[in-house]
């Protein structure tokens, strides 16, 4: 299998979910009678799937390696030391997981909290804190599995793990351009985490580290939307 067919797949999904999510915005069922609520949510059903889409094509191309992928993997997982992220010898995802989270956590509620301010909004405790929750949930996975597990699975074994970590971040980044933070802040901060994301479905061959960081991260920017 040539590499470049999961890289191209993984753009053009990304590529259809940008121009969809634009539309959505204007055009969508009546869902909630929120237009704002009834759009995300319309979005959300596109986004699963579209990530139905990307893994029944790495389950095409790679069904073994995709059956090791789609799952909870190694929660404890001997993490590969990676200096420029803090990350030294002998540590493992759980603690990797858990303190780079929290650091990637604070970094994404002060860009928040500074958009928030910037945009004259005094930070408070938004209503509808279910809706944010399943949406943050689905956002989380469904981006999950389009950029890391359906993409991760058929590579691995083909080309360098750090090769793949940069292939799913550019992806990740450059989608995230007119997301919340937006622009080059938004490219550069969704890029390093779309890195360690897919560094930890790799290393621990499961995305359950890489959903709730990630599911983590929605529930802050989601909720400064509402």
């Not at 074994?157 to 622009?183: D, K, V």
């Not at 930890?200 to 989601?222: C, K, L, N, P, R």
Request: with cysteine.
């Amino acid at each position: 299998m040539e590499p470049l067919i999961p890289v191209l797949y993984t753009i053009s999904i990304v590529g259809f979910l940008l121009h969809a999510g634009r539309r959505t915005g204007r055009t969508h069922p009546v869902l909630t009678g929120d237009p704002d609520l009834d759009g995300r949510l319309a979005y959300q059903g596109l986004l699963l799937a579209a990530s139905a889409v990307s893994l029944g094509t790495a389950f095409l191309l790679e069904p073994e390696s995709l059956r090791r992928f789609f799952s909870i993997g190694w929660l404890d997982a001997p993490a590969i030391p990676l200096a420029l992220f803090g990350i030294g010898p002998g540590e493992r995802w759980l603690e990797v997981a858990l303190s780079l989270g929290l650091v990637i956590t604070i970094v994404t509620s002060s860009a928040m909290y500074l958009n928030l301010r910037k945009a004259g909004i005094r930070p408070h405790l938004p209503d509808g804190a279910g809706w944010i929750l399943l949406l943050s949930l689905s956002n989380a996975f469904g981006e999950e599995m389009v950029c890391r597990v359906g993409l991760i699975a058929p590579l691995a074994g083909r080309l360098e793990p750090t090769l793949i970590f940069l292939i799913s971040a550019a992806i990740f980044g450059f989608a995230h351009y007119r997301g919340m933070p937006s622009g080059v802040t938004g490219v550069f901060l969704a890029g390093i985490l779309g890195f360690l994301l897919a560094k930890s479905v790799y290393e621990t061959g499961g995305f359950f580290w890489a959903v709730m960081i990630h599911f983590v991260q929605d529930v802050i920017i989601i909720g400064s939307m509402f």
